[in-house]
């Protein structure tokens, strides 16, 4: 069994624990505690592949977000989490991708973003068209407007996440292998046909016993041209 470790972020009260206990457990909490860490732990199958998934339920809130960036360091993927009834958790989410971007130093980065809440239709002051804005800026990250008071959307977007640091760890360990096969192939064409060969090597050895005598004899005879006797030589 993998594992994969999970980060939900975003701005506070935008329903990141909401959606997190939806996932794992299936129910949906009414009440509004601000988070300061959960881990939840899920077992789950995906494409046919057993798969353990950690998933840190981050802070919203300013004054227990101090921890973020060792929460983003050990993460695999992430779910970036705004509300469609909040204009600027939206814009939070922009500052915090960078971070993410910065501290994994690379824009290969396994992340689904959730406009949540989407039940909440008067309240809406986000439409679908501004998260798809949003996903096209960043070179179309999954998108995915979610209801964790219905559950919709909610499997989706984890297992896509988790889809995502399935096929990069496949990628990367891919392009290993074809790393490992090119050093191997540069070893072999770098050895002399000596070492590669066991029978040319025998037959080199015997060629070069049987004509050192003579090319001792040859260096010793004054009588042979010069360019005869060089030639005994490198054998
Ligand atoms: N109508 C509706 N309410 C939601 C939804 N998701 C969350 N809520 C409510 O929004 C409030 C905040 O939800 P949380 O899940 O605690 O939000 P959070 O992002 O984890 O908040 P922090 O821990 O402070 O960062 C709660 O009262 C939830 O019941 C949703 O999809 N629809």
Redesign the pocket.
Known sequence: MRDYKIVVL??????????TVQFVQGV????????IEDSYRKQIEIDGRACDLEIL?????AQFTAMRELYIKSGKGFLL?YSVTDENSLKELLALREQVLRIKDTDNVPMVLLG?????EEDRVLSIEDGVKVSQDWGLVPFYE?????KTNVDEAFIDVVRQIMRKEAAISAEKKQQKEQQKKLQENTKSPIEINGDINKEKVSEATTKTPRAKQSAIDPAKPKSQSKCCTIM
């Not at 975003?10 to 959606?19: E, F, L, M, P, T």
């Not at 949540?116 to 909440?120: F, T």
């Not at 979610?146 to 219905?150: K, L, Q, R």
């Open positions: 975003g701005a506070g009260g935008v329903g990141k624990s909401s959606v949906y909490v009414e009440s509004y505690d601000p988070t339920d981050t802070a919203g809130v989490v949540n809440k989407c039940d909440l979610t209801s964790a008071m219905y």
